[in-house]
């Protein structure tokens, strides 16, 4: 059974940083592409970030880009997101999504971790 | 960046079918991908490249992709079918490649 487990989640200032975890299981992690995607409260999705197979080539969102890190190791089957420098704007649901082969959209995803700059 | 504009609500009685619609500048040239979000839930992927289903989608659910318009169809409708639908695209060449839709509403009457 495909998994996407997260945790890091909770409540920073202003300026501070975070991160955030997505542990996978149920399928071989180095053969999907991996995205974060985040939801401000009573808003819909906004994608944030995207990340290569291994790990070489990555993409972020205009709003987030300099300011947070995607990363994987895929030894440990794991997917992160370092967020440096967090504003209020920055608060919201955060989900890791796993992108399907030829990138068929996101086929899993993991529960939602909940990030709340104040 | 590119742009997907969707309704923000559609509303449909039982039994009847739900259209909704993703606007985009030449969008029948992209892969559409659409997910479904009921409240407090992680999203969940009904129709992927336009028209194909994941495993466990009723086929209740599809998809159609021609101009400027995507759209998802739902025939049927269910009281379980009320949620958030986003439509998605992955746009080559940008340097934010990933676009979703504002997010449609399906309310169940």
């Known amino acids: 059974e495909v998994q996407l487990v997260q945790s890091g989640g909770g409540l920073v200032q202003p300026g501070g940083s975070l991160r955030l975890s997505c542990s996978v299981s149920?399928?071989?992690?180095?053969?999907?592409?991996m995205n974060w995607v985040r939801q401000a409260p009573g808003k819909g999705l906004e994608w944030v970030a995207n990340?290569?197979?291994?790990?070489?080539?990555?993409y972020y969102a205009n709003s987030v880009r300099g300011r947070f890190t995607i990363s994987r190791d895929n030894a440990k089957d794991s997917l992160y997101l370092r967020m440096d420098s967090l504003r209020p704007d920055d608060t919201a649901v955060y989900f890791c999504?796993?992108?399907?082969?030829?990138?068929?959209?996101?086929?899993?995803w993991g529960q939602g971790a909940l990030v709340t700059v104040s | 960046s590119y742009v997907l504009t969707q309704p923000p609500s559609v509303s449909v009685a039982p039994g009847q079918t739900a259209r909704i619609t993703c606007g985009g500048n030449?969008?029948?040239?992209?892969?559409v991908h659409w997910n479904q979000q009921r409240p407090g839930q992680a999203p969940l992927l009904v129709v992927y490249?336009?028209?194909a289903r994941p495993s466990g989608i009723p086929d209740r659910f599809s998809g159609s992709n021609s101009g400027n318009t995507a759209t998802l169809t739902i025939t049927r409708v269910e009281a379980g079918d009320e949620a958030d639908y986003y439509c998605?695209?992955?746009?080559?060449?940008?340097?934010?490649?990933?676009?979703f839709g504002g997010g449609t509403k399906l309310t169940v009457l």
């Open positions: 998605q695209v992955w746009d080559s060449g940008s340097d934010q490649p990933w676009v």
């Open positions: 999504a796993r992108e399907g082969i030829s990138g068929r959209g996101f086929d899993y």
């Open positions: 030449d969008i029948g040239r992209k892969n």
């Open positions: 990340i290569g197979t291994s790990g070489n080539i990555v």
């Open positions: 149920g399928f071989t992690f180095t053969l999907h592409e």
């Open positions: 490249d336009d028209s």
